[in-house]
Each structure stands twice: as structure tokens, then as C-alpha cells.
């Protein structure tokens, strides 16, 4: 008998119940009490949408973040919000988000660092420690969860992170040796492993997902020493009860997700655990050596079905490969999704308005599930019993396949017949800048900003409005050209150098330019958490990638046509589109993210054609795509940064090129920066000049750059004398004819009220360094 189960439910609601809650609360609309009850809601809703598994994983349900719960059960609470004597829930969004509900400026703290989950994007909030660091068992949270499901006649199997993992993912904050607290956190892991015994918990997972990066020789003995002891102190339960005839050990599965294995297999499955977990839906080469590896009382979970995209699995293929592995493993075998369902949003059934071919073709987290099940049924009860299903989706698999809807050999053709000169441009940057200084004619210290200005309520509505057709095509841009209008007037008064049109046309960055080229669709629930209330709907990309028309040229032309200042054409490029996009799965990223560049290109084309002379082609998503394992970093990069450049490299000399990436640590892959030869970088600053400075130092940055001297993630306004000292600093390191001003990123989250006086004194700031610098 093959065993179902999962490794975590998205916890947003199907309708994102969780973001009105919390949202609702954090504006003191609803009480805490009423919070948890949604939250109940919401897991029940979960549990009940897994119903058909062996077993449901409990606690994978949070309010903010995992990680930063998984803080909280290991007592690990920055002093900065447990001082406050105050409710655990408003200690847990301070830290979460600096402020709770009802927080006045005294007790708003600062918020937990932020980032992403592994090559997710999801972020997580960065664990503290310092070599003082005490850990204590704080259960409640998980134990209240663990009520609830046992009320509800769930079969629970609790979702902890793995001590490893939790050190790894923390960040020191006083130069310490993190590694060295393990001996400290163990103890706690063995008090939660009896806590969860005493609730009669047959089997607990323990994610521990850095072991499929490549770990150094000390995090791998972390591993041996970690489970080592949390195996001995089991055992010595264990002996202890024997009186006790029903008492069994805890069981722990070790889960590990996000790609394969690699060198850590071997120590993965000798560890002392019950069961091992293998993410096998991209390759499944190492389950067969695991199940050499692991000894005979140990259970083998495969996640085929993947936990990622957003495609129906081939059931009969999986089934034909899992057979004999089921035969040969019996019950002994699981079966689930390769990781949790978090990165997939919950419904299919939800979506009204996809064309029924294509969403023949996909499954959402719900309908992932149902395929885990499809296939232990047909394991456990022969395949006849599901035979129409494997039917159905065989037919589905097949139609995908084949359809035209996917395959354009037009747009094929071209991408086989990328030649080398297509990503070069005719010079180098010493060359262009020349032309195109004497082009542009700008100040030393030329001021832009990123892209977008401020989405009032009065823009969001007017895109609605067109959106369900209240509004007609003609309205709609007459209302979108007099915001831009209004953009332009406001930059012309603050005398910026390089204007931008704003972006009221856009919500979301890839969203825009995956409504207008071919090859996507859009869905309407698609939702998937980023963090906390904050969600994202990623386009899907289905098929073979082309552009009917211009996406952007009549709005840059007409922003152009109310100024004589030089008008910055504005585009997502085509990693970036890749990279926040739900991606086809029957071919590598590589090829989808040359076709959308080729596209792309096309627009670089046609803005240069129609006279805009500046055109920025934003990266804000590239760094993320790197891969979790170094030894495939250069792989990514050079595909990437080819992609960037075929955008990018159709232009003449003396058109400009800007891209824009949302963060400066970008020391490791500054080379392969540097390589894209856009004209100009701007980045961002990620609030520390330090890191900021650090790219600087070891590698000679050799086009343009403006570094983020706003950081616009900040209600507050930055000081002229702040910014000429920030800029100050970088001119030691760079030519000053190199250096521009710009925020940090785009204005959309903003309110005119900040962005006003930040670039007034932005723009201030300028003057004086022109001056100093005379
Ligand atoms: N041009 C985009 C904007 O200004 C860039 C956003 C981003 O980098 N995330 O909004
Ligand atoms: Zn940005």
C-alpha cells in the first residue's frame, strides 16, 4: 500500500481570506480573537481540501511566515519586540512587519529582515541570533493547530524546519559563528519531539531543504550531529516507557525539496530518521539510489507530482516509472507533491475565463493533490479503478503536446536562428557614451527615477473600471493620458533631467507585458503568497512566445510629445518576465527566455524607430533566478545575461540603455552585471551603504551607474545633505561623469505627499554636487 500525503497547503484562503484578515486586523477593524477564528477557518478549509491523503500536514498554516513562527516555537524573539509586555500575536507582526495593530510610534520596532525562500518567491523573516542567543520550547501555537485537526478527526502530521536548516537560514548579528548554537537548539528539538509524542503524533516532518544546496564539510556534520542526537534521546524515551505497552517513538520524516540531492544523498540517507523525502519531479535518477542507500526500515517518500508550476503531471508515465518501485517498496512507499504546495495557487476550479483548452492542461495545489491520489489508487487498487482518469489526462497530456496554441515555427525559426551578433551592440560603452552625451546633453549627475510614479486609488479604479468594461477604450486612454500628463508636469517642476511617462497604464510589471504578448495567459485567482498579506498573480506561459503589436511605443510617444526633456522608454525584460511568470515545463527556461527577449527586442526596436532616444529595460527579478547549487550558477548567467543583451543590443550607438535591479548584493555576480553593457545601472540600496559600497570595491564597474539614494520601501524622506553624502562617497570610487541620481526603485507604492519633497531633495542635491564638483 502506497502511503498519500503533503508537505503544506497554501495558507492564503482560497479567495485570499488571510490577506482581508490580517489586513483587517493590523487596521484594528477586527479583534485578535476574530483574527484566530479566520485562521481557523482557513485551516479547516485546507484540511478538508485534503481529505483523501493518509496524512495532512498540520502547521504549515501561519499568519505572516514559517520560518519566523518557527522563531517564536524556539523561543528565539528579538528582545526588541518581547520587551513590550504585550500579546505573542502583536510581539509576531512587529517583528514580522514593525508594527502590529494599535501601534503607536512607541511601539513600532523595526522590522525582521526579509528574503527570499530559497529560489522562491516567497520571502521569509531572517532568524536573529548572537552568540547569546537561549532557545526555549514555546508550543503553543502548534499545539493549538494540533487540537484543532484532532477535533476535526485529522490525521496530523506536524511540519517543523530542521535545526540545520533553521541556523542556516539565521543571519548573525554580531559576527559570530552561528554553527556553534546548534548544541544549544537540539535540546529544544527534543523537548517538541516529546511534546508531539504526547500528543499521540505518529509521524512529524522535518524540512531540512539546504540539503540539496552544496554545503560545506561543517554544515554536513551539522547533519550527522543534529539527527544523531535527536535519534538518542528518542531511544532513551523510549527504554523509559517500556512499561508503557501503547507508547511508540515519534517518527520523524526528514523532508528536503527544491531539487535533488547531489552529494548530500548519501549523508541524507544515513541520517537516523524514520523516512526521507526526495523532490523526484525534475529528475528521478536518485530515487533508485535511495532506496540502495536506505536501510530496510525506512520509508521512502517521493514527491512526483511537482510542487511548483502549475501543469497537470503525466500520470501514466509516473505510473509506469513508480511500479516497480512500488512493488518492490510496498508500504513503505509515499507518494506527494515534490515540495510544499505554498508556490502554487489553490484552485483551477476557481478560474472562470481561461480558455478551456489550456486549462485542460493545468493543476493548481487542489487539483495536485487529486493527482497523488490518482496514483496510489492505481497503485493500491490496480489502475482499472482509475482508468478514466489516467484516460483523461493522458488525453490532456497529449492535446498540450500537440497543440498549435503552443507551438509557433515561426517564432521557433527564429529562435534556432539566434546568431552571436545579435547580442552585440556595434561598439563599445566608451564609444557610445560619446555619442550619446553629445545626444542627450546632460548635467553631470543626471536625475531620473525608476519607472513609476504613484498608483493612486483614482488610477487603480479607472484600470478596474476598463478592466469589467465599465469604461470604453477611447475613455480609458484619454483617463490614463492625462495621469501621465500630470507625471510629466510634476517632473518638469522638479526639474528632473530624464523623464519617465509613470506606468499608470501598468499593475503589475510582468502582468502588463504578459497580457500583451502571446504565449500567456492571465488568470484571475491565480494568487500566491510573496509575504504576509502580500500576494502575486504570476502569468502563465504556455506556449511559443510572439508580439502581435507595440506594447508600450504610443504612451512613451505621446509622454515624449509634452517635453523637451529626454523621455526614458520603459520595459520588464525578458529574465525578469521568466523569472516572476509560472513557466512551461516541456521545455528549458533558456528557450522561453530567448523567445521572450526576442520580443522584446522588437519593442526596444520600435521605441528607438519612433525617437525616444533613452530606453530602460528592467532586471529587477534576475539575481533570483540563480540556482540553489553554485556549480549551475555560471549556466544561468550566461543564458541570462545573452537574453538581456538580445533585448537589449538592436540599438544605435546613440540610443541610451538603462536597467534597473532591486538589489545591491550583487558582489558575486557583478562580472556577469557588468557584462550586460547596459549604458546605465541603477540599483537599489537596500538600506546599507555599506553593501552598497562593497560592489564598488572590488571590481571596477565600467558603464554608468545610479546607485538607490531613496529607498522608496520607507515612508521617509530622505535629506539633501544625506543624499550629497551618500553620492560624495561613491565618487572615491567612480568617476563622477559615471554617476547618476535616482531612488532606489519605482515610486508606485508611494504617495505624491513623500514624492514630492524626497525628489525636490534629490533633485537639490544634485545642483550642489554640480557645483562641488565644478
Ligand atoms: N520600472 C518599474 C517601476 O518603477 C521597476 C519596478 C521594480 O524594479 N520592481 O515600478
Ligand atoms: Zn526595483
Not at 487539483?367 to 483523461?392: P, R
Not at 492535446?399 to 525559426?413: D, G, M
Request: proline content about 4%.
Amino acid at each position: 500500500m502506497a502511503i498519500t500525503h503533503n508537505l503544506g497547503f497554501p495558507r492564503i484562503g482560497k479567495k485570499r481570506e488571510l490577506k482581508l484578515a490580517l489586513e483587517s486586523y493590523w487596521k484594528n477593524n477586527i479583534s485578535s480573537k476574530k483574527l484566530f477564528e479566520h485562521g481557523q477557518q482557513i485551516r479547516l478549509q485546507n484540511w478538508q481540501a485534503q481529505n483523501s491523503l493518509d496524512y495532512t500536514p498540520v502547521g504549515d498554516f501561519s499568519y505572516y511566515d514559517h520560518v519566523l513562527d518557527m522563531s517564536f516555537l524556539l523561543g528565539n524573539v528579538p528582545q526588541r519586540a518581547s520587551q513590550l509586555n504585550d500579546k505573542t500575536i502583536d510581539q509576531y507582526f512587529r517583528i514580522a512587519r514593525g508594527r502590529s495593530s494599535q501601534d503607536s510610534h512607541a511601539t513600532c520596532v523595526h522590522a525582521g529582515e526579509m528574503t527570499k525562500w530559497f529560489d522562491t518567491n516567497y520571502h521569509y523573516i531572517v532568524p536573529e541570533v548572537t552568540q547569546d542567543t537561549q532557545f526555549s520550547l514555546n508550543p503553543k501555537n502548534l499545539l493549538d493547530q494540533i487540537k484543532q485537526a484532532k477535533q476535526h478527526k485529522i490525521n496530523a502530521k506536524p511540519i517543523i524546519i530542521g535545526p540545520v536548516t533553521y541556523l542556516w537560514l539565521s543571519k548573525e548579528k554580531d559576527n559570530s559563528n552561528k554553527l556553534t548554537l546548534l548544541e544549544r537548539l537540539i535540546p529544544v528539538y527534543q523537548q517538541l519531539l516529546q511534546t508531539l509524542a504526547e500528543q499521540n503524533i505518529d509521524w512529524v516532518q522535518i524540512d531540512e531543504p539546504i540539503l540539496v544546496t552544496e554545503l560545506a564539510q561543517e554544515w554536513q556534520q551539522a547533519f550527522q550531529y543534529a539527527y544523531q542526537a535527536l535519534n538518542e534521546y528518542r531511544d532513551k524515551q523510549l527504554t523509559q516507557q517500556t512499561n508503557h505497552l501503547n507508547e511508540t517513538s515519534i517518527k520523524i520524516l526528514l523532508a528536503t525539496y527544491f531539487g535533488e540531492l547531489g552529494q548530500n544523498l548519501e549523508l541524507a540517507c544515513q541520517l537516523p530518521v524514520d523516512g526521507l523525502h526526495l523532490d523526484v519531479s525534475q529528475s528521478n535518477q536518485e530515487a533508485l539510489l535511495a532506496i540502495e542507500y536506505l536501510t530496510n526500515d525506512k520509508i521512502l517518500s517521493l514527491g512526483v507530482i511537482n510542487g511548483r508550476n502549475i501543469w497537470k503531471s503525466d500520470l501514466n508515465h509516473l505510473l509506469n516509472w513508480l511500479d516497480p518501485i512500488a512493488k518492490q517498496l510496498g508500504n513503505k512507499l509515499w507518494i506527494a507533491p515534490s515540495c510544499s504546495l505554498l508556490h502554487v495557487p489553490v484552485d483551477l476550479d476557481s478560474e472562470e475565463k481561461i480558455d478551456l483548452k489550456i486549462k485542460n492542461w493545468l493543476a493548481f495545489a487542489q487539483q495536485k493533490l487529486t493527482e497523488v491520489c490518482i496514483l496510489a489508487t492505481a497503485i493500491n487498487s490496480g489502475k482499472q479503478t482509475v482508468a478514466k482518469q489516467l484516460a483523461d489526462n493522458a488525453e490532456a497530456i497529449s492535446l498540450r503536446k500537440n497543440s498549435p496554441l503552443v507551438n509557433n515555427p515561426h517564432v521557433q525559426t527564429a529562435v534556432n536562428e539566434i546568431t552571436p551578433d545579435l547580442s552585440q551592440r556595434n561598439t563599445t560603452y566608451a564609444s557610445r557614451t560619446e555619442k550619446q552625451r553629445k545626444h542627450l546633453k546632460l548635467p553631470q549627475f543626471p536625475t531620473t527615477t525608476i519607472g513609476s510614479f504613484p498608483q493612486t486609488e483614482h488610477i487603480r479604479k479607472t484600470r478596474l473600471k476598463f478592466k469589467k468594461g465599465e469604461l470604453n477604450e477611447t475613455t480609458y486612454i484619454e483617463l490614463i493620458k492625462k495621469e501621465i500628463a500630470q507625471t510629466v508636469q510634476q517632473q518638469e517642476a522638479l526639474a528632473l533631467d530624464v523623464l519617465v511617462h509613470g506606468e499608470a497604464e501598468r499593475n503589475d510589471m510582468v502582468e502588463y507585458f504578459g497580457e500583451l504578448l502571446e504565449g500567456f495567459i492571465i488568470t484571475q485567482f491565480a494568487w500566491v503568497q510573496s509575504y504576509g498579506s502580500r500576494c502575486v498573480k504570476p502569468p502563465i506561459l504556455f506556449g511559443d512566445v510572439s508580439r502581435p503589436t507595440a506594447m508600450t511605443v504610443d504612451w512613451i510617444n505621446y509622454a515624449q510629445s509634452l517635453t523637451n526633456n529626454p523621455m526614458k522608454g520603459m520595459l520588464t525584460g525578458p529574465v525578469t518576465i521568466l523569472n516572476w511568470s509560472f513557466v512551461r515545463d516541456d521545455q528549458p527556461r533558456e528557450k522561453s527566455c530567448k523567445q521572450i527577449a526576442l520580443a522584446i527586442r522588437e519593442e526596444v526596436k520600435d521605441l528607438e524607430s519612433s525617437g525616444i532616444k533613452i530606453i530602460q529595460i528592467d532586471e529587477a527579478a534576475l539575481r533570483e533566478g540563480l540556482p540553489l547549487k553554485r556549480s549551475a550558477w555560471q549556466t544561468y548567467l550566461n543564458w541570462a545575461i545573452e537574453c538581456f543583451r538580445i533585448a537589449a543590443n538592436g540599438v544605435k550607438d546613440e540610443t541610451q540603455i538603462h536597467t534597473h535591479m532591486c538589489y545591491s548584493e550583487f558582489n558575486d555576480i557583478i562580472n556577469a552585471i557588468a557584462q550586460m553593457d547596459a549604458d546605465v545601472i541603477t540599483i537599489e540600496n537596500s538600506r546599507s551603504d555599506m553593501e552598497l559600497l562593497n560592489v564598488f570595491d572590488d571590481f571596477n564597474y565600467p558603464n554608468e551607474i545610479g546607485p538607490g539614494v531613496y529607498d522608496i520601501h520607507s515612508p521617509n524622506i530622505p535629506a539633501k545633505e544625506q543624499i550629497v553624502q551618500l553620492m560624495q562617497i561613491v565618487a572615491e570610487k567612480i568617476p563622477i561623469e559615471r554617476l547618476w541620481i535616482n531612488p532606489d526603485c519605482g515610486l508606485k507604492t508611494r504617495q505624491w505627499e513623500d514624492v514630492i519633497p524626497a525628489l525636490k531633495n534629490m533633485v537639490e542635491a544634485a545642483h550642489q554636487l554640480r557645483e562641488s564638483f565644478a
